[in-house]
């Protein structure tokens, strides 16, 4: 059997920062620190920092007044903010960069008398957070381009997307708004951000070889679940899976080459202890690694954390 890995796969630098702020947060202010939300979603990730003194809760009002709480990568909304400050709470903000410029974005072109239109999925994270930079009902968010029919006529129009869906679905959501309002404000391929993209092109890349495609990532990660579901349009027989735990062999059955990515919150040494469960249950033979690009984005810490 032929293996081929895709790279780049695995952590991102917004997810390195994220993971790196929680542990320098209880470096410098000692345990207990309260995590409000998964700091990135990966049950591996979230068990680690468990185990160094990470609380993580759900909502804020958990946290006890005046102590320390990191926001996740995926961001919150103004009133998350707003709750923090009147329960005295000291905040470090890991949401993403990239993530931080939808927010600022929206905001701006709320200013400016544009509507704004929210391209992403109902319920995640990352969306709670933008949607949550604007008053309620301020913003409209649609999941696909059939829903473009029902949004109202509006004349001045503008659009950003949730970072991690894939740039096949984001394109056609926004063909069909520019049609619907031709004089429409956006970024020309929408916001996902670098690495989801780089991740997607290099399992197209893979899936041209294999028989089967393993991604790496938990159940609730979304950039992970458009990795799979980028497979499976390829043709591919595809698997989201947690860890080697998941693994069968009736998964393998006629397959002469399998693909190994991983979503960007998602640890190597997943990927690397399947490929150990591949050597022991068949004849594993080439192991290839198929670069699309390379990656050097590096996120800095917040300055209080690097002192």
Same mark, same amino acid.
Request: hydrophobic share 40%.
């Given at each position: 059997?032929?293996?081929?890995?895709?790279?780049?796969?695995?952590?991102?630098?917004?997810?390195?920062?994220?993971?790196?702020?929680?542990?320098?947060?209880?470096?410098?202010?000692?345990?207990?620190?309260?995590?409000?939300?998964?700091?990135?979603?990966?049950?591996?990730?979230?068990?680690?920092?468990?185990?160094?003194?990470?609380?993580?809760?759900?909502?804020?009002?958990?946290?006890?007044?005046?102590?320390?709480?990191?926001?996740?990568?995926?961001?919150?909304?103004?009133?998350?903010?707003?709750?923090?400050?009147?329960?005295?709470?000291?905040?470090?903000?890991?949401?993403?960069?990239?993530?931080?410029?939808?927010?600022?974005?929206?905001?701006?072109?709320?200013?400016?008398?544009?509507?704004?239109?929210?391209?992403?999925?109902?319920?995640?994270?990352?969306?709670?957070?933008?949607?949550? $930079?604007?008053?309620?009902?301020?913003?409209?968010?649609?999941?696909?381009?059939? /829903?473009?029919?029902?949004?109202?006529?509006?004349?001045?129009?503008?659009?950003?997307? $949730?970072?991690t869906l894939s740039?096949?679905?984001?394109?056609?959501?926004?063909?069909?708004?520019? /049609?619907?309002?031709?004089?429409?404000?956006?970024?020309?391929?929408?916001?996902?951000?670098?690495?989801?993209?780089?991740r997607q092109s290099?399992?197209?890349?893979?899936?041209?070889?294999?028989?089967?495609?393993?991604?790496?990532?938990?159940?609730?990660?979304?950039?992970?679940?458009?990795?799979?579901?980028?497979?499976?349009?390829?043709?591919?027989?595809?698997?989201?899976?947690?860890?080697?735990?998941?693994?069968?062999?009736?998964?393998?059955?006629?397959?002469?080459?399998?693909?190994?990515?991983?979503?960007?919150?998602?640890?190597?040494?997943l990927v690397l202890?399947?490929?150990?469960?591949?050597?022991?249950?068949?004849?594993?033979?080439?192991?290839?690694?198929?670069?699309?690009?390379?990656?050097?984005?590096?996120?800095?810490?917040?300055?209080?954390?690097?002192?």
């Open positions: 059997m032929k293996c081929f890995l895709a790279k780049p796969r695995g952590f991102c630098a917004g997810v390195e920062r994220a993971i790196l702020m929680v542990e320098k947060t209880i470096e410098k202010f000692g345990t207990p620190v309260y995590v409000r939300h998964e700091i990135v979603h990966n049950r591996f990730v979230v068990d680690g920092l468990r185990q160094i003194g990470a609380i993580f809760v759900e909502e804020t009002w958990e946290v006890p007044e005046e102590s320390v709480v990191v926001f996740s990568a995926h961001g919150v909304s103004k009133e998350v903010y707003e709750e923090a400050k009147s329960r005295r709470l000291k905040v470090i903000d890991a949401t993403c960069p990239i993530v931080k410029s939808v927010h600022r974005s929206a905001i701006k072109y709320a200013n400016s008398g544009y509507s704004v239109i929210l391209i992403g999925r109902q319920g995640h994270a990352e969306i709670d957070g933008t949607l949550g $930079q604007l008053s309620p009902g301020a913003m409209f968010l649609i999941s696909s381009a059939e /829903e473009v029919k029902s949004l109202p006529a509006m004349e001045k129009v503008a659009y950003l997307t $949730q970072t740039t096949e679905e984001t394109s056609d959501i926004i063909s069909a708004l520019k /049609e619907r309002y031709p004089d429409i404000q956006g970024p020309k391929t929408g916001n996902v951000c670098y690495a989801t993209a780089n290099a399992v197209r890349s893979i899936c041209k070889n294999v028989d089967l495609l393993l991604v790496v990532g938990s159940r609730n990660s979304s950039n992970s679940n458009r990795l799979r579901e980028l497979g499976e349009e390829q043709g591919v027989k595809s698997f989201l899976i947690d860890s080697v735990e998941d693994l069968t062999e009736d998964m393998f059955v006629n397959v002469n080459s399998v693909g190994i990515s991983s979503g960007a919150s998602a640890p190597e040494h202890e399947i490929i150990e469960w591949l050597k022991e249950h068949f004849n594993l033979g080439d192991i290839t690694e198929v670069q699309t690009v390379s990656e050097d984005t590096k996120f800095p810490l917040p300055t209080e954390l690097e002192r």
